[in-house]
């Protein structure tokens, strides 16, 4: 009786599995794959996290695992890993050091930085929740 509802999630999740699948193969085609989906992120250009107003593919809430930093991540992406318990908020997998955390938005409104609108991530599935919004 749920079934159109199951085969939805089926799909969604079967996209997600691939998807994470490839990202871990062969990274350099599902880099390829992220520059076609994403094209020209000018991340690196900025030191830390974009919020202000910029449109971008990724609406600008990247944070990154910090490299040069002492601190590995920022606060409030520290504080969302902790009320998830370390585990990804879209795959509720956990999240391994040294991988790259975003921190997503729930309502897409990033003057919202309300615990409940923050959400840690896995990179590739914030990739994926962007993704999906941006084919809905
Ligand atoms: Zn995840
Ligand atoms: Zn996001």
Known sequence: MDS???????IQHRTHKVFNKEAKNDRYSSKSLLDKAFPTIPYSEN???????EK???DGDITYWSER????YSDETSKALKRQSHT??????KMLP?????????????????AKN????HESCHNY???SKEKS
Do not use: D, T
């Open 129 to 131: 929740i962007h993704m």
């Open 56 to 58: 971008s593919p990724f």
């Open 98 to 114: 040294g991988e790259k955390v975003h921190l997503h938005h729930v309502n897409g409104n990033h003057q919202n930085w309300k």
């Open 4 to 10: 159109s509802r199951n085969s939805l999630y089926h």
């Open 47 to 53: 030191k830390f996290v974009c919020i202000k107003g």
């Open 69 to 72: 930093n002492s601190k590995l």
């Open 118 to 121: 923050l959400l840690a991530v």
């Open 88 to 93: 990804c908020g879209h795959c509720g997998l």
